[in-house]
């Protein structure tokens, strides 16, 4: 652990002045992960996006960041965003920075859509009983690309309710019919029991007993580009 947060142990796969203009950061909780304070200031001063976060992140992005640009909604919420359509979903999570505002901000993940795609990034997740996944596809048709988590599950009796596993990963796939997904969270900290290289293993290994194209579901290392 760092002073505040989780270290990486793989650096960024492009280099932070090499990124390309930044129109808009989706945050979809405040785990120190997913929200570094230095990155957020550094990403305000350099492009200042819009961030679109679940209520309560707001407050803590105006925080690290003051002057910052902010839309907090709730799940079911809705959002243009040039063009774009993005909508707050639910997610099986938690939230906290402290050992004291647990689940005081809210968590999920997104629906981004225009008249030629649909992309689901479904944040850090559990796998529950699948119906969010399921209404997913109901409620805004199947994916053209599913985000999906991979990473950060075991042991698995500490982990099931918060994090899933590659095989719900492949589960989730298929219950919210997307075409194609990519396999994310994993590999750039060490946060749980699992080996750094077991998160792909495993999810090939699912595909296969699912009978799916390896080539519909890749895990990338940071830097890797997918055409």
């Not at 990403?43 to 907090?72: K, Q, S, W, Y």
């Amino acid at each position: 652990m760092g002073r505040l947060g989780p270290v990486r142990v793989d650096p960024p796969g492009i280099r932070f002045d090499d990124l390309p203009p930044i129109d808009a950061v989706l945050l979809t909780h405040n785990h120190y992960d997913h929200l570094d304070a230095v990155t957020t200031r550094r990403l305000h001063a350099a492009h200042c996006p819009r961030f679109i976060t679940p209520l309560g992140n707001d407050v803590l992005l105006r925080r690290i960041a003051p002057g910052v640009e902010v839309t907090a909604g709730d799940w079911g919420d809705s959002f243009d965003l040039a063009g774009l359509m993005v909508t707050i979903c639910p997610a099986h999570h938690w939230s906290a920075r402290t050992g004291f505002d647990r689940r005081m901000a809210l968590w999920g993940g997104f629906i981004v859509k225009n008249a030629a795609a649909t992309v689901y990034v479904a944040g850090d997740t559990g796998y529950g009983n699948g119906a969010i996944f399921r209404a997913i596809a109901a409620d805004h048709g199947p994916p053209t690309l599913a985000v999906l988590p991979i990473g950060a599950y075991e042991p698995r009796w500490f982990m099931k309710a918060q994090h899933v596993d590659p095989s719900e990963a492949v589960a989730i796939m298929q219950d919210c019919r997307a075409a194609s997904a990519i396999g994310v969270h994993w590999g750039s900290f060490q946060l749980t029991d699992e080996a750094r290289e077991a998160p792909p293993q495993a999810l090939a290994a699912a595909l296969t007993t699912a009978n799916i194209d390896p080539a519909r579901f890749p895990a990338f290392r940071p830097g890797d580009i997918w055409t």
